[in-house]
């Protein structure tokens, strides 16, 4: 039974809103700063991606019971594989303007629960699997502004069903859909072939042999596409480079220190570094948090909730002989999220201090979020953010924005939705939080794209950026960096990668007034679609370490 049910909102189908957001420089140019964007956005997500219109599809499971947001014109699911609710008049997932700051409800017909997603070249959002009647479909959604687009399902497209599983976006366009829960293969989206539907799928014995039996701890592997077209897998504990054309493994890497599991449940969080192309491009992966091994065991057997792993490592896989570097976070966390930042900065947030990820696993909500400075002195790396009010634990995620803000919502580690009665309810409200680098005692030296050399960028072109800036700093650096971002769930941003562009000669100054002063600087497109694979890319001016607001740009 579902108890302590908010009353449903009844909505139309225009979006919901509480008042525009138009970003304000914060003052805190320390520590940040954290804004209530809604108390109540209905649905609690679990699942985040942006799109190329500034519009953010979430989503949630659609077995939780009823959400607090109507489907608009009674358009309600009747699924008879739903034993929650066979018929159901509710949202789970909306699609959320980030300048409006408004909501609108979208219809999901099967059970989303636990899936993964992509963005295509064509900035089409395809979702993979999920749960129960929804564990071998894909859902797409075409980014619209007129309020009309809508997921569209195709049933029975995947050859396994994957629930759990993590998807990378290829060189080529298509999209690997990689394990699940007792799934130990691959397969791909689109299948290649003239039939719609997939006609196999390729295992990978490295999937299963790193299984915990009943604690498993390999769910969600942590993907990142390499430089040189292969893909490195992080699971369990240990993490290898494989040739996914060739179904074989490469490379084998050594296990990462400590032996703590990183993986669901474990949950920690990994990230591919930002790649620079002005040097030798040394792909870099970080993975930070995780659980002990005996930890989930330990909550069901005892009711002992674990201190969360406090370290992270840096491993380079496509050294000679590659090796983990490790360091001490300020503060153990479990199902933190990873996102790297405009300024090459990675940011952990949400997450617990003690437990696993689950219903009711964890306690210690870590309310604090780091910064990690990848390019500072090993021991200095990490700087304390200011404390949020929310507890951000299990089915909590985190994303980047254009203007340079984190999006936070979510949580939600009861297996319905519950307000009451429970140690930490299911969260409903959606934030922003905003990095120092957003203070406005950095407006003076925080650059603003003019304008580009059209919105395409093409593979090792040259573009020439015009952007403004009230206080040029000669001494410092500008560099331009592009951002595929993140479609995010259980503590993992999958295909968020950050390449930072090569330039060719020093900024030029253009022409300027007493009020105005305008810059040229010229960069090259990526060298590769392995470096960056085709799509829609944030693209910012960094300044003396602080980004402009961002702008899109296509690659092809």
């Known amino acids: 039974m579902i108890t302590n049910i908010i009353l449903i909102m009844l909505l139309t189908f225009a979006s919901t809103t509480t008042e525009p957001i138009i970003p304000q420089p914060t003052s805190a140019a320390i520590d940040g700063e954290w804004r209530l964007l809604h108390e109540n956005i209905g649905i609690s997500p679990m ?18 019971g009823p959400s607090n947001i109507s489907l608009p014109f009674q358009r309600c699911r009747h699924d008879p594989f739903d034993y929650m609710l066979p018929k159901d008049c509710t949202a789970h997932s909306i699609l ?27 900035g089409t959002l395809v979702q993979t699997g999920g749960y129960n009647d929804g564990d071998h479909n894909v859902r797409t959604l075409v980014p619209c502004d007129d309020g009309t687009c809508d997921w569209v399902e195709s049933s029975g497209y995947l050859t396994e069903p994957r629930w759990f599983s993590t998807n990378q976006l290829l060189p080529d366009g298509r999209v690997i859909i990689i394990g699940g829960r007792l799934q130990f293969s691959y397969e791909f989206y689109p299948t290649g072939s003239i039939s719609f539907y997939n006609s196999s799928s390729f295992l990978v014995d490295f999937l299963k042999n790193t299984s915990d039996g009943v604690r498993e701890n390999n769910f969600y592997p942590f993907v990142h596409l390499l430089p040189d077209g292969n893909l490195f897998m992080f699971v369990n504990v240990r993490s290898v480079v494989i040739d996914y054309k060739q179904n074989k493994v490469v490379k084998h890497l050594p296990p990462i220190p400590g032996d703590d599991p990183r993986n669901y449940p474990n949950s920690g969080s990994s990230v591919l570094l930002p790649l620079d192309e002005n040097t ?3 792909p870099e992966v970080m993975v930070c948090g995780g659980a002990p091994r005996h930890a989930f065991l330990d909550i069901k057997r005892d009711h002992i909730f674990a201190r969360a792993v406090p370290t992270c490592g840096r491993i380079k896989p496509m050294d000679e002989n590659p090796s983990w570097e490790m360091e001490s976070m300020p503060i153990a966390r479990v199902m933190g999220d990873m996102v790297i930042l405009p300024n090459g900065d990675v940011i952990i947030i949400n997450g617990a201090e003690s437990g ?10 870590v309310t604090r979020p780091v910064i990690y400075h990848p390019n500072g002195l ?22 980047l924005v254009t203007d340079g803000r984190v999006l936070v919502s979510g949580s939600n580690p009861n297996p319905f939705y519950n307000f009451s009665n429970v140690e930490y309810p299911t969260e409903l409200s959606l934030e922003a939080f905003l990095p120092p680098y957003l203070a406005r005692e950095n407006d003076a030296i925080r650059p603003e794209i003019v304008s580009l050399d059209g919105e395409v960028m093409e593979y090792k072109k040259p573009l020439v950026v015009t952007f403004t800036v009230l206080k040029y700093l000669k001494l410092s650096r500008v560099t331009v960096r592009i951002i595929a971002p993140s479609f995010t769930t259980h503590s993992l941003g999958m295909n968020q990668r950050m390449v930072v562009l090569k330039e060719v000669g020093n900024v030029s100054f253009v022409n300027g007034s007493f009020m105005q002063t305008y810059y040229n600087i010229e960069v090259v497109g990526p060298s590769t679609a392995e470096i960056a694979p085709p799509g829609y890319y944030l693209f910012y001016v960094i300044h003396a370490g602080i980004p402009s607001p961002g702008m899109w740009v296509k690659l092809q």
């Open 356 to 365: 696993t990820a689950g219903w009711n696993n964890a306690r210690d909500p």
């Open 96 to 122: 959320y303007d980030i300048w409006d700051n408004t909501f609108r409800p979208l219809s999901l017909r099967t059970d989303t629960w636990c899936s993964s997603g992509a963005v295509l070249a064509d």
């Open 378 to 399: 090993p021991n200095t790396r990490f700087s304390v953010m200011q404390p949020g009010s929310r507890p951000r634990l299990y089915n909590s995620g985190a994303i």
């Open 280 to 282: 030798l491009v040394e």
């Open 47 to 64: 699942h985040m991606q942006l799109l190329h219109n500034d519009k953010v599809v979430m989503f949630d499971r659609t077995d939780a």
